[in-house]
């Protein structure tokens, strides 16, 4: 019985040595990361654990500490690609730039999916009051200037906010006409009789919005908007109204 179970017990381990050294194998005809790479997996993973973390945070307590998102970096899998710098600026001074300069009521504006452009307008709003209506959580740290967002619900916003707003700016995540289709019946539900409407998107959106807004006198700028990642999608602005900052092109 003994010479039984040591003969059963030294298959056992030469089986399992056999299997060790066939992994042992297979690891080394694995392809391996360059160091660069694993550098760049491992800050990658750090963000990501520093996001959770946030974002748990800001669930148990939401507060107005907006620090934390300044040096947010984008989601792709949200296809999120920020504005450079100017451009933010430059469409935030677009947005709060008054035509009727006699009037004395602040703006109500409403982001929709362009949290690059809302962080400028937060820091230069002054009166004005701007909204990010936005998919990605992580932006909740605005407290009420927050409201989530999913554009395959295009109707579903706040009763509050239907019609009461003075200027909307868009850019839907995605590049086909049944997104901005549902980002179009938004701007409708938020928008006043004589609301200005900024729309951002790839050129190759241009005759759909045309078609499809055109009659409302939305018209295409020659004014290229840029991202700080250097997109290779050409982008473009629409306009329902003759702006006065963005008259020449930023590219």
């Known amino acids: ?25 297979d690891d080394n005809d694995a392809p391996q990361l360059s160091a660069y790479a694993m550098a760049a997996l491992q800050e990658f993973l750090a963000e990501q654990k520093q996001v959770k973390a946030h974002e748990q945070q800001l669930a148990s307590n939401p507060t107005q500490d907006t ?31 008054k035509a009727d300069t006699a009037s004395s009521a602040p703006l109500h504006i409403a982001c929709l999916s362009t949290p690059s452009v809302f962080r400028a307008l937060r820091k230069n709003e002054g009166s004005e009051q701007a909204y990010l209506f936005e998919y990605d959580k992580r932006f909740a740290c605005y407290g009420n200037r927050f409201v989530w967002y999913d554009c395959n619900k295009p ?24 997104t901005m289709a549902n980002f179009i019946v938004t701007y409708k539900l938020l928008a006043k009789p004589h609301t200005r409407l900024l729309i951002l998107s790839g050129a190759v959106m241009s005759e759909f919005i045309v078609s499809q807004l055109g009659s409302e006198g939305v018209k295409e700028l020659p004014w290229h908007p840029e991202h700080k990642g250097n997109l290779q999608n050409e982008f473009r602005c629409w306009t329902n109204f003759t702006p006065h900052f963005l008259v020449t092109s930023a590219t």
């Open 1 to 25: 019985w003994n010479k039984i179970m040591e003969d059963s017990t030294a298959k056992r381990t030469a089986s399992l040595s056999s299997s060790s050294d066939d992994d042992d194998s």
């Open 67 to 97: 620090t934390f998102v300044d040096d947010l970096k984008e989601d792709w899998q949200l296809s999120q690609f920020w504005y450079s710098d100017e451009t933010s600026q430059l469409l935030a001074k677009e947005v709060l730039h």
């Open 155 to 178: 109707e579903e916003i706040p009763g509050a906010e239907m019609h009461s707003f003075d200027v909307v700016l868009l850019d839907p995540p995605f590049l086909n006409p049944e």
